[in-house]
């Protein structure tokens, strides 16, 4: 099966930044490489376990969404209704180069009140 380079490009053109990111990151990913290099790196499985920086992905925000949204402006501080668009917009990015720690406590913050989360 050839791939309809075409049909894709016209399809990412329609894609939001985040999703777009998110893509990227798929990618590399399931492929692993690197957008800035065109090979995998030697010891790029040593560099993904020693990680210090987590992004924080709000995946789903479940049959709780003003719950989330309540959580996510408490996160990040936004108010009700840049917090109500950023769950509106889910998958999203919720807190980008977090601590271990920050991350974990987000994610668990967040799944209390029955949200999905992803730490990329």
Known sequence: M???TDKIIEELKGASILELNDLVKAIEDEFDVTAAAPVAAAGAG???AAKSEFDVELTDAGQEKVKVIKEIRDI???GLLDAKKLVDG???IVKEGASEDDANKIKE????VGATVTLK
């Open 76 to 78: 990040t501080g936004k």
């Open 109 to 112: 913050q967040l799944e209390g």
């Open 2 to 4: 050839a791939l309809d």
């Open 90 to 92: 889910a998958p999203v």
């Open 46 to 48: 040593d560099a993904a």
